[in-house]
């Protein structure tokens, strides 16, 4: 089981919680999730846009399960534990570079 950033937080050096997390990184992820739910579910789009073609106002009423399918599938694959991966990785990633680049300013004395 992966641990949440929150948890992982606690096990991490005073060097390593410099590694600041801040709304743009938030905002960062949620568009990461994004793009990838989009591409994730992107046969259902397909499915919803052939059932809409050539409909206007029928598109409601018609096309409904479709719509709800494609939302269904955007919401699973950008939820919070998705989202809790993401910034999990992306603070691990962090974490590592930190930790590179003072091996390379050791190196380099």
């Known amino acids: 089981i992966k641990k949440s950033a929150m948890e992982s937080a606690k096990e991490w050096s005073k060097d390593e919680q ?5 709304l743009g990184d938030d905002a960062r992820i949620k568009d990461k999730a994004d793009l990838w739910s989009k591409g994730q579910c992107k046969n259902l789009l397909a499915v919803y846009g052939k059932c809409a073609k050539d409909r206007v106002v029928s ?3 018609a096309c409904g399960k479709e719509r709800d399918a494609y939302v269904q599938c955007l919401k699973k694959f950008s939820s919070e534990p ?8 992306s603070i691990n990633l962090r974490i590592a570079q930190m930790r590179q680049a003072k091996e390379l300013e050791k190196a380099a004395k």
Not at 82 to 89: A, G, I, N, R
Request: hydrophobic share 45%; with cysteine.
């Open 18 to 22: 410099k590694c600041r997390w801040s």
């Open 82 to 89: 998705y989202l809790s991966m993401l910034k999990t990785e």
């Open 59 to 61: 598109v409601a009423w």
